[in-house]
T-cell receptor
Framework: DAKTTQPPSMDCAEGRAANLPCNHS???????VYWYRQIHSQGPQYIIHGLKNNETNEMASLIITEDRKSSTLILPHATLRDTAVYYC??????????????WGLGTSLAVNP | NAGVTQTPKFQVLKTGQSMTLQCAQDMNHEYMSWYRQDPGMGLRLIHYSVGAGITDQGEVPNGYNVSRSTTEDFPLRLLSAAPSQTSVYFCASSGQANYGYTFGSGTRLTVV
């Protein structure tokens, strides 16, 4: 199963770009990379996802390396409301062929004034 | 458009009791899932459904049952609650297999 590795915590100044890295070196060719965030104890919020190409939406940009072994989520102008835990996850299947999204512990991003 | 609605928000059960966590979505999404989140661990998939009448097991299905009689509803049943099931439970839905999921606000369950 593809797993992801993220730094446990990061800081960012308000108004600056936040670049959150994720390593998924064992990702297979048909697995998507998804990014979610969780603010305090709320339900996770979908941000963006991609397979091979870079993606951008109103919330963020996703940069995936050519070998697909890592990706970076970019919040172009971080605000205090972006303080959250950010999860990079991939889709996969466990040994019993049961579908699962492999969630790690994510990166706790603190946006400072 | 309420999105994904979970009830109740909080629940305390005694060991051995049964209960159903409710999940409803009004987005006509085919895909629905149940997760649990425990301190120090990532979200873990319990059960999922790819459409009405179709359910399957996720990563940690033991102790939980689900059914999907309608597109809108995906209840999670605990037949005999155990302290190990103390957790925060999230329901999520998606319109397509590879789309992102919309999550509910969660049910915080304590089994004593």
């Amino acid at each position: 199963d593809a797993k992801t590795t993220q730094p446990p915590s990061m800081d960012c100044a308000e108004g600056r770009a936040a670049n959150l890295p994720c390593n998924h070196s064992t990702i297979s060719g048909n697995e998507y990379v998804y990014w979610y965030r969780q603010i305090h104890s709320q339900g996770p919020q979908y941000i963006i996802h991609g397979l091979k190409n870079n993606e951008t939406n109103e919330m963020a940009s996703l940069i995936i390396t050519e070998d697909r072994k890592s990706s970076t989520l970019i919040l172009p102008h971080a605000t205090l409301r972006d303080t959250a835990v950010y999860y990079c996850i991939v889709r996969g299947y466990n040994a019993g062929n049961n579908r699962k999204l492999i969630w790690g512990l994510g990166t706790s991003l603190a946006v400072n004034p | 458009n309420a999105g994904v609605t979970q009830t109740p928000k909080f629940q305390v059960l005694k060991t051995g009791q049964s209960m159903t966590l409710q999940c409803a979505q009004d987005m006509n999404h085919e895909y629905m899932s149940w997760y649990r989140q425990d301190p120090g661990m990532g979200l873990r998939l319990i059960h999922y459904s790819v459409g009405a009448g179709i359910t399957d097991q996720g990563e940690v299905p033991n102790g939980y049952n689900v059914s999907r009689s309608t597109t809108e509803d995906f209840p999670l049943r605990l037949l005999s609650a155990a302290p190990s099931q103390t957790s925060v439970y999230f329901c999520a839905s998606s319109g397509q297999a590879n789309y992102g999921y919309t999550f509910g606000s969660g049910t915080r369950l304590t089994v004593v």
